[in-house]
């Protein structure tokens, strides 16, 4: 069934075209882009099995987004053009053959782009690189195993571990994970939620109790008002479309909040109806606020303000008395700060104008049921995590939490990193659930809480932290400050990755590494007992399972679960009183447990059963109860303290192309935003462009500016002309990694200001593109 790999080329940023950015999303050419690659990728039969039976009752959980599934009837194809590409890219039948490795040496490997690198297929065996060497080796499992448990074992402490986890393993597998990593001795969890929506997750943990959206899929569909902010769902949620076409053809308004008019916030044609392709589309946003990167703060400060404002003019009408006098608290402390809110203050921040924001003052005061959903635009800026307080505040004045058709709504990202998380992926979990945990398997956890992403790089730069096990992702290209990130790595004695496909965390290494290969969700997982199905947990807390539909690439994978568990025995022995063996057999086995340990999660192997799944018990939405310690939910003062740009600077934020999933590049274009063949790009403002004296289509270095005077630079990037908000700029994820310094972190979060860089334009010391030779065959910018 496997195929060997056809060459494959890099691309030639020389080779880049600009057009126009789309005004609308996902008509025809969704329906005809996503069949394509399916079709030449893996033929008829492999696209039908898997595309069909994408988040089908019967089928697999797509993983491409945590975006939930209607909770009534289903299309047929429900899925999206992006989905597809995850799946295509997922299951090609395209293997890593095992001569491979002795052909490209390590330092080979190094060079090529992420594309390239993704492109050569599924890894189908476990492969060693000794001390030393230059090139991977196959080993067998057991080898594999022994090697690692060994080092794991010869540590001084279990703190010189960390156990990174990416948000696509399942529920079962992040359980065991934990178990497996607490019973090791340590909280060392880093995983990708702390440079995602760890913003959200403090915000609303600290205001309301919870982390997690408190809205249900037909909230979605029933709200008169719907809030999009710093989120792009045109690309990253696609099948959140439809949702916005059924709430507007309920009546509903939606407001976008973004620095650029992404396509997807604008119209939306359904590929899925007849008048979907030839007709206009569902124009979607109503409003549209072209913010500047950062200043949400201060436009929700705004808004609040002129609700308050409206209640003292016309007292008793405009607040939901009876909801704040029962369950807020902090009314008086919001009132007495936003007193003070400066309006010239907020048009500077925001580059908006008075009129807008009062506009969208009305549309909230007049709207009986709304939403505020968001995402990446807000939690990777400085101020993310007041932001989402503000978010809150903004809910709470008119009672927005806890009713139909209302609420706070973080759009997760990776199709499960919130089920880990729910799982005890977390390196600061609560003593209650490790009280659970340690009861449950007759063993003593840690409490000390452990590294988050940016502190485990700053321990594996000062040696304190020796080995890395990564679960899935691609830590390197993910984290901020790529040079910082790659040297630290470097310095490792054991790197471990548990991997579908290549990428370039496999090629930045310390003395030895391994990679583990391993099933992807579309495959049928065979086990002892039979084919074995897992859960994942969707950005609205529903649970349901996932099985797979096509049979493995190739013989001998093992699962997660498989994996970890035969980690786990090797190196805990009986350490802690969990059945390793009857785990891999049988996943119900860990679903007992997990029932046991995960609050919310009793009789999972039976609820999980259940035609939906089940929705997961959420205090705020489901009966106004908020777990803060006064019991009621918090209303907060945040400090504005807007971002200061100096003339002649703009404000970078990173951001990703329609055809790529976060590090994994499936190919050189962004269709809506008119990007052809590269992605060596920098868009900024045609009157910015001009005001800095260059013209569309010159080849700019792009310089971060910094406190730590380092220069960070992206060399021979393309200026496009684009109608972004002024004084702000945009280049692609992972690319722009080069320019986020490691110590810039959200204030609360710590996750990487990945929205925020300052930065400085000149003419490309270098000419064309690429810039040193190196990076020109890399495809990767230099860190300078
Ligand atoms: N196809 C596809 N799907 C994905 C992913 C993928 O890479 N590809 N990644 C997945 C993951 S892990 C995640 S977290 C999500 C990410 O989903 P998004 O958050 O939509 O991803 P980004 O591309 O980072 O886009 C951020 C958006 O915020 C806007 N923005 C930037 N700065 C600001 C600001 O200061 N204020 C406001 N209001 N807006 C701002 C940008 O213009 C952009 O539209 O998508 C998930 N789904
Ligand atoms: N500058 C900047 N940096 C960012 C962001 C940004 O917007 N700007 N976004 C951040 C965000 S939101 C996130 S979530 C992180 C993402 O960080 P990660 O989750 O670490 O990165 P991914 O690119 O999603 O990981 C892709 C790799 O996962 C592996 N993989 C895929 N499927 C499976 C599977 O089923 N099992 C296993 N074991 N492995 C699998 C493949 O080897 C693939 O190469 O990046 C963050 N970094
Ligand atoms: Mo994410």
């Not at 492999?46 to 595309?51: I, M, N």
């Not at 939901?320 to 907020?346: K, M, N, P, S, W």
């Not at 310089?703 to 730590?708: F, P, R």
Request: hydrophobic share 35%; with cysteine.
């Amino acid at each position: 069934m496997t195929r060997s790999n056809p060459p494959v080329e890099e691309a030639d940023e020389n080779d880049l075209e600009v057009g126009e950015p789309k005004a609308w999303a996902a008509g025809l050419p969704g329906v005809y882009h996503s069949m394509q690659p399916a079709l030449k990728h893996m033929g008829a039969e492999r696209s039908a099995r898997t595309l069909l039976r994408m988040n089908q009752k019967q089928g697999f959980d797509c993983m491409s987004c945590a975006w939930p599934d209607p909770s009534g009837e289903r299309s047929t194809f429900e899925y999206c053009e992006n989905g597809a590409k995850a799946v295509t890219w997922e299951a090609t039948p395209v293997t890593v053959a095992s001569e491979f490795w002795a052909e490209h040496p390590i330092s080979e490997l190094r060079e090529r782009s992420e594309y390239w690198l993704g492109m050569q297929g599924r890894l189908t065996e476990p492969v060693y690189k000794a001390p030393g060497e230059d090139h991977y080796q196959p080993v067998s499992w057991d080898k594999a195993l022994t090697l690692i448990s060994e080092k794991l074992k010869s540590l001084a402490s279990p703190n010189e571990a960390a156990f990174y986890t990416s948000g696509r393993a399942s529920n079962e597998a992040a359980f065991i994970y934990q178990l497996f990593i607490r019973g090791f001795g340590t909280n060392n969890l880093p995983d990708c939620s702390n440079m995602c929506h760890e913003s959200s997750g403090v915000a609303m943990g600290e205001t309301i109790g919870i982390g997690k959206a408190t809205v249900a899929y037909n909230d979605y569909l029933e709200c008169d008002l719907m809030i999009v902010i710093g989120q792009n769902p045109g690309t990253n949620h696609p099948r959140m479309l439809s949702a916005m076409e059924k709430q507007k053809e309920n009546g509903g308004q939606i407001v976008a909040i973004n620095p650029l008019p992404e396509a997807g916030l604008r119209r939306f044609k359904n590929p899925q109806k007849p008048k979907g392709v030839l007709g206009r589309g569902t124009d979607l946003a109503d409003q549209f606020l072209q913010i500047r990167a950062g200043g949400d703060m201060a436009l929700l400060q705004a808004i609040s303000k002129r609700v308050l404002e409206a209640e003292d003019q016309n007292p008793g009408s405009v607040l939901d008395h009876d909801f704040i006098a029962q369950h807020c608290e902090g009314l008086d402390t919001l009132r007495a700060h936003l007193a003070h809110l400066d309006e010239q203050t907020v048009l500077e921040a925001t580059g908006l104008r008075s009129d807008a924001i009062d506009e969208l003052a009305d549309r909230y005061i007049n709207a009986e049921k709304v939403i505020i959903t968001w995402a990446m635009g807000v939690t990777q800026q400085k101020n993310g995590v007041g932001t989402i307080k503000e978010i809150i505040n903004l809910l709470l004045l008119r009672g927005n939490i806890g009713r139909p058709g209302a609420g706070a709504s973080p759009i997760r990202g990776h199709s499960n990193v919130q089920g880990d998380r729910t799982m005890g992926v977390w390196e600061q979990m609560p003593p209650s659930f490790l009280d659970a945990l340690g009861k449950e398997f007759s063993f003593e956890p840690p409490r000390d809480h452990g590294v988050d992403s940016v502190a485990a790089v700053r321990g594996m730069r000062d040696g304190e932290i020796k080995f890395f096990l990564s679960l899935g992702g691609n830590f390197a290209g993910a984290m901020s400050d790529t040079a910082a990130t790659e040297a630290a790595m470097q310095n490792l004695e054991m790197n471990v990755q548990i991997s579908t496909k290549l990428n370039r965390s496999h090629t930045v290494l310390g003395e030895e590494a391994l990679i583990l290969p391993t099933l992807g969700r579309t495959e049928v997982d065979h086990r002892a007992t039979g084919p074995q199905f897992v859960s994942v947990e969707d950005t609205v807390c529903a649970v349901h399972s996932s099985q797979g539909t096509v049979e493995p690439v190739a013989p001998g994978l093992l699962s997660e679960v498989a994996i970890i568990s035969r980690l786990a025995h090797a190196t805990l022995g009986d350490r802690v009183a969990a059945d390793w063996q009857g785990f891999e057999d049988d996943y119900d086995r860990i679903r007992d447990h997990i029932s046991h340990v995960v609050p919310g999660c009793e009789n999972y192997n039976r609820r999980i059963r259940e035609k939906d799944g089940f929705l997961l018990a959420n205090g705020p939405r489901d009966s106004r109860t908020f777990n803060t310690p006064s019991g009621r939910a918090m209303m907060t003062a945040n400090e504005l303290d807007p971002m200061q740009c100096p003339p002649g600077r703009l404000i970078l934020q990173t951001l990703r192309s329609h055809d790529q999933f976060n590090t994994t590049i499936y190919g050189y274009n962004d269709r809506y935003r008119g990007i052809k063949k590269g992605r060596h790009v920098v868009f900024v403002n045609p009157e910015d462009l001009a005001q800095l004296g260059f013209s569309d289509g010159d080849l700019l270095d792009v310089h971060g500016e910094y406190e730590d005077g380092k220069d960070r630079v992206l060399r021979s990037f393309r200026a496009v002309s684009y109608p972004t908000a002024r004084g702000c700029a945009a280049v692609y994820y992972p690319e722009g990694n080069v320019l986020v310094p490691l110590d810039d972190t959200v204030q609360g979060s710590n996750t990487p200001v990945s929205k925020g860089v300052i930065i400085r334009l000149e003419p490309a010391a270098d000419g064309p593109s690429g810039g040193s030779e190196e990076n020109s065959q890399r495809n990767m910018p230099a860190a300078v």
